[in-house]
């Protein structure tokens, strides 16, 4: 059974950090693609950031460009590095697992950032 299991958001002024966590069991790690996403109530879902887990390849939303660091270990956790937030940051963020960046097969749950300005 695939589990991932969110960790780490919370709130925060503008300006500051916070770095999300996603333990992921239940799957071998270097054969997917694990991303973050993020969804506001009432909007569309938007793709943040992928990596390709065995290759260490990125890539980012536009909008979190030079702010927003994915990174994974070899524990099978993958992380968040989010810097210089800003309110419209703020959003359920998700994790999740795929094939490929872009095409994801299994979810977390969700945890919380709220950026406050």
């Known amino acids: 059974q695939v589990q991932l299991v969110e960790s780490g958001g919370g709130s925060v002024q503008a300006g500051g950090s916070l770095r999300l966590s996603c333990a992921a069991s239940?799957?071998?790690?270097?054969?997917?693609?694990m991303g973050w996403f993020r969804q506001v109530s009432g909007k569309e879902r938007e793709r943040v950031a992928c990596i390709y887990t065995s290759s260490g390849r990125t890539y980012y939303a536009d909008s979190v460009k030079g702010r927003f660091t994915i990174s994974r270990d070899n524990a099978n956790t993958l992380y968040l590095q989010m810097n210089s937030l800003k309110p419209e940051d703020t959003a359920m963020y998700y994790c999740?697992?795929?094939?490929?960046?872009?095409?994801?097969?299994?979810w977390g749950q969700g945890t919380q950032v709220t950026v406050s300005s």
């Open positions: 999740a697992a795929g094939p490929i960046c872009g095409v994801s097969k299994y």
């Open positions: 239940g799957l071998t790690y270097s054969n997917y693609a």
